[in-house]
Nanobody, 123 residues
Framework: QVQVVESGGGLVQAGNSLRLSCAAS????????MAWFRQGPGKEREFVAA????????YYSDFLEGRVTISKDNAKNTLYLQMNNLRPDDTAVYYC????????????????WGPGTQVSVSS
């Protein structure tokens, strides 16, 4: 079993930056991929970015237009999401997810989920 917990959300003004963190614990040796998803008000959960846990390959959703960077600190078992130039439509609950499988944009590929952290962007 793997547990993940997000932190770092909050209320920011448009154009500002925010860094989210996700702390992983438990049987972390089984993790192959970690990812960020988000779910905005009235919207379905969507893929944001993913990273191979034991390597440095990263994958991003096209709609983010280079405004986010996913990274990790394996020594701390922590995943990060740096978000820049935030816009009101980035308002969502951001979720961290872990999988023992290769990356996918499909949320069903991920076995372990955190409770989410709210990001609200004001105009």
């Amino acid at each position: 079993q793997v547990q993940v917990v997000e932190s770092g959300g909050g209320l920011v003004q448009a154009g500002n930056s925010l860094r989210l963190s996700c702390a992983a614990s438990g049987d972390t040796v089984t993790i192959y991929t970690m990812a960020w998803f988000r779910q905005g008000p009235g919207k379905e959960r969507e893929f944001v970015a993913a990273i191979q846990w034991k390597r440095d390959s990263t994958y991003y959703s096209d709609f983010l237009e280079g405004r986010v960077t996913i990274s990790k600190d394996n020594a701390k078992n922590t995943l990060y999401l740096q978000m820049n130039n935030l816009r009101p439509d980035d308002t969502a609950v951001y979720y961290c997810a872990a999988s023992a499988r290769a990356w996918s944009t499909n949320s069903h590929n991920y076995d372990y989920w955190g409770p989410g952290t709210q990001v609200s962007v004001s105009s």
